[in-house]
């Protein structure tokens, strides 16, 4: 069984740079055909996909956040990390780690952009 755990600040300052870590249990982030995605969803609004990196490194960004988002891995860890810059207070939501495609999700981490 998949298991996604999300992990980074739940608090952070306007103009800074929002870092989180998705650690993968129970399946490995290179297994062919897989991509892995960070989703959003702000409060009152609907789900935001932000961008996946694939089983092979390949990378993809919603276009309206392209400009500020960069997404990761570590494969010793079986990680895949997500960093959205120049961060508002628009940009406070849970934030989601998932394999989408095959229905497994973290449990979601709220960050909060607040001075």
């Known amino acids: 069984q998949v298991q996604l755990q999300e992990s980074g600040p739940g608090l952070v300052k306007p103009s800074q740079t929002l870092s989180l870590t998705c650690t993968v249990s129970?399946?490995?982030?290179?297994?062919?055909?897989?991509?892995w995605s960070w989703i959003r969803q702000p409060p009152g609004k609907g789900l935001e996909w932000m961008g996946a990196i694939t089983y092979s490194g390949s990378t993809y960004y919603s276009p309206s956040l392209k400009s500020r988002t960069s997404i990761s891995r570590d494969t010793s860890k079986n990680q895949f990390t997500l960093q959205l810059s120049s961060v508002t207070p628009e940009d406070t939501a849970v934030y989601y780690c998932?394999?989408?495609?095959?229905?497994?999700w973290g449990q979601g981490t709220q960050v909060t952009v607040s001075s």
């Open positions: 129970g399946g490995s982030i290179t297994t062919n055909g897989y991509g």
């Open positions: 998932a394999r989408p495609g095959q229905g497994y």
